[in-house]
């Protein structure tokens, strides 16, 4: 077999095994991008569509080659790739990022959203690129800021109704410390810890339980080990596609653009994903016993009001959650 023959019967291989994986023959430049989720989930689809826009856009030049299911590392890790032009591009939540963009903190405090609208609305104008603008000077480029619904408390032991009912739970939480102060200031004891472990964490009782929206509560099967789901849904902290600045850098301004674009138009088709898929991982969910139960809100929400304080405290922190505020009036 001559080395071309062979080269293409290798790619063609590598296609068929790696699921939604393509290898670019034509293509100049394959950007890595990884995604915590599994195949098939809104932001995975979202992103390969991304990549697909992208090739028409520059004519087949760059391609993007997307790592789902954490092949490239749980969030943390890829955050750190990215920063260093080893992973491209990087699908994460804002809540990673908190420590590391404290305007990301702003968008996820509690109950900041009044709905999912409002919160579309508000990311879609200026305070979304504000946001985005802000990853920069962290060596990241914001690109687009995509849905992710609300996060809820879930557990092994019982429905949360009253704040009474959170006393002693232990619950994991993403690696930021906005999100271990919202579980502190409700009583409970916070662990963080990487999404890859959360399932056997539940299994084993190292932790009690959770919080996420409907599709990742159903894609990671925590629903089967934590069946009690109380929709309290403390905060709407929404993904980020970002690429990494030394990458970035490296494409002419054209192609620059490119990316920007193709990513901006993701958002729409990822919102269509996002809808049915809550849907669809709701009634799989209710369809598998779990206990779900609504929340009185307002007493979470007057629990965690002094954290506002800690997250929004520069005047430009201060400033931008009061856009946040004004925009959705
Ligand atoms: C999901 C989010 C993931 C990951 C996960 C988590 O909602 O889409 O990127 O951050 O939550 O809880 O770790």
Known sequence: MGTVKMLAA???????????????????????AADTHPNGYPTVEAMKYMGEVLKEKTGGRIEVQVFDSHQLGEEKETIEQTKFGVIDLDRVSFAPMNNIVPETSVVCLPYVFSSVESFRKVMDGPVGEEVLKAFEPKGYIGLAVYDSGARSFYNSKRPIKTLEDMKGLKIRVQQSDLFLDMVKALGANPTPMAYGEVYSGLQTGLIDGAENNWPSYESSHHYEVAKYFSLDQHAQCPEVLMMSKISYDKLPAEDQQAVR??????????????????????????????????????????????????????PELKALLQKIRDAQK
């Open 10 to 32: 290798v790619a063609a291989a590598a296609t068929i095994l790696g699921g939604g994986v393509t290898l670019a023959q034509a293509a100049d430049t394959v950007l890595r």
């Open 261 to 314: 674009d193709a990513a901006k138009e993701s958002v729409k088709k990822m919102r269509e994903l996002w809808d049915a898929q809550e849907e669809k991982s709701r009634k799989i969910v209710e369809e598998s016993g779990v206990q779900i139960n609504d929340v009185d809100k307002a007493p979470f929400q007057e629990a965690m009001a002094p954290i506002y304080d800690k997250y929004a405290s520069t």
